[in-house]
């Protein structure tokens, strides 16, 4: 190589050197950023084929995991009047059926499941409940059939009825097994009600438009009722001859329905009373006692009290559930007085109807005619009295 080539060779690699320090540098400051961004950005997202952080990621993670789990905060309530709460369902329960042997109580929830309660454990510190599966849908009405030996249900989904037949096992428990077949879809609107007969021989729907269906227990339908009005709001299958109503006008009426219609006979009015809470827009719901001495009215969440002799208000429950009250009844005893709006039931103690029996059996002691008879109604009476003092619900 010619000495007068050197000095153009330094300088071409002088060049080339800073050209390669020019695009290291380059190379550099776009890592910089690049690891900026990463830092800056959300872990549960990727960007430039860059995978998210995992430790901070999976911290996230695990947090949302956790709030997704917590259930529903479930709404409080005391009184002194409350006997029982029973919580086992993980939804909202829309209907609840006390079973004519006073045994049981049945609950439906959308949470795919039938609950059988215990009577007998309501007072004591744990309740317990059988479960029945609803596969594929939920009930959202049940109710046993007067022989204890079954229970219908209204499937939401499938618009239809199916029938769950119990079978005791040795345990004292029981099985619940679905008949093979739902009843056939004949109904047009959303059904609101239903019920058996106290004979067992016929099964009742009754849909929101003006259609009631009567039904044999293999499904088939044997009779269909227009009622001529502009819609069905509430239908029921009675068991006595006392009937109760309430309308928006704010108030209630007890009706005797005892009659003899084939004389042209009208039920009449027994007793009137004032229910303002009716006038809103929140929805009503009804039960009468089995004696039809205390009626139970409910608007939204709070429910009222009313002895039906005198038509006056005894007690008021306000806020009883976290959602309008679904549904009311009285047990068969008339003790106990179940509600239902969020995912408890809750027993109230009957304090109306004891006062009631008291009123009664002081009425009837002033007429007996004998000894044997007026012993037996004095009982009665100092139990009444004494139950009403053991709540603190005893008047002077």
């Known amino acids: 190589m010619e000495l007068s080539q050197m000095p153009e060779l330094m300088g071409l690699s002088?060049?080339?050197?800073?050209?390669?320090?020019?695009?290291?540098?380059?190379?550099?400051?776009?890592?910089?950023?690049?690891?900026?961004?990463?830092?800056?950005?959300?872990?549960?997202?990727?960007?430039?084929?860059?995978?998210?952080?995992?430790?901070?990621?999976?911290?996230?993670?695990?947090?949302?995991?956790?709030?997704?789990?917590?259930?529903?905060?479930?709404?409080?309530?005391?009184?002194?009047?409350l006997a029982a709460a029973l919580k086992s369902h993980s939804g909202n329960i829309s209907c609840?059926?006390?079973s004519s042997n006073g045994k049981y109580l049945a609950t439906c929830a959308d949470?795919?499941?039938?609950?059988?309660?215990?009577?007998?454990?309501?007072?004591?510190?744990?309740?317990?409940?059988?479960?029945?599966?609803?596969e594929?849908?939920?009930?959202t009405l049940v109710r046993f059939s007067p022989d204890c030996r079954a229970f219908i249900v209204w499937l939401a989904n499938g618009d239809t009825?199916?029938?769950?037949?119990?079978?005791?096992?040795?345990?004292?428990g029981y099985t619940f097994t679905a008949t093979p077949a739902d009843f056939p879809k004949k109904h047009k609107a959303p059904v609101i009600d239903i019920g058996i007969a106290n004979t067992g021989k016929f099964i009742m729907t009754a849909s929101s438009d003006t259609t009631v269906l009567i039904w044999s227990l293999k499904g088939q339908v044997l009779s269909t009722i227009n009622t001529n009005q502009m819609n069905n709001t509430?239908?029921?299958?009675?068991?006595?001859?006392?009937?109760a109503s309430v309308s928006k006008d704010g108030t209630w009426k007890l009706w005797d329905t005892d009659v003899e219609y084939k004389k042209q006979q009208d039920p009449y009015l027994l007793k009137t009373g004032c229910f303002e809470e009716a006038a809103g827009a929140a929805p009503c719901r009804l039960a009468l006692s089995p004696n039809a001495q205390v009626l139970a009215l409910a608007s939204g969440s709070?429910?009222?009290?009313?002895?039906?002799?005198?038509?006056?208000?005894?007690?008021?429950?306000?806020r009883v559930h976290g959602e309008c009250i679904a549904?009311?009844?009285?047990?068969?005893t008339g003790r106990f007085l179940a509600s239902c709006g969020d995912r408890a039931v809750r027993l109230f103690h009957n304090t109306p109807g004891h006062r009631a029996m008291v009123e009664e059996m002081q009425g009837h002691l002033k007429r007996a005619s004998n000894d044997s008879t007026r012993q037996r109604l004095q009982q009665q009476l100092t139990h009444a009295q004494e139950t009403l003092k053991s709540l603190g619900a005893l008047k002077k």
């Open 14 to 81: 002088v060049l080339l050197g800073l050209l390669a320090l020019m695009a290291t540098a380059a190379v550099a400051r776009r890592w910089l950023r690049a690891g900026e961004e990463r830092s800056d950005r959300p872990a549960c997202q990727k960007a430039n084929g860059f995978p998210p952080d995992k430790s901070s990621g999976s911290k996230k993670q695990k947090q949302y995991q956790r709030i997704r789990k917590e259930k529903p905060q479930q709404h409080n309530f005391t009184h002194r009047l």
């Open 96 to 98: 609840m059926d006390f």
């Open 111 to 134: 949470d795919r499941t039938i609950r059988i309660w215990s009577t007998k454990d309501f007072l004591q510190r744990e309740h317990r409940s059988m479960r029945a599966n609803v």
């Open 136 to 139: 594929l849908d939920h009930a």
């Open 161 to 172: 009825l199916r029938v769950f037949k119990m079978t005791k096992r040795e345990d004292g």
């Open 234 to 243: 509430h239908a029921a299958v009675s068991p006595c001859g006392r009937m």
């Open 302 to 318: 709070s429910i009222h009290l009313y002895n039906t002799r005198r038509g006056e208000k005894e007690e008021c429950f306000e």
């Open 327 to 332: 549904n009311l009844s009285f047990d068969i």
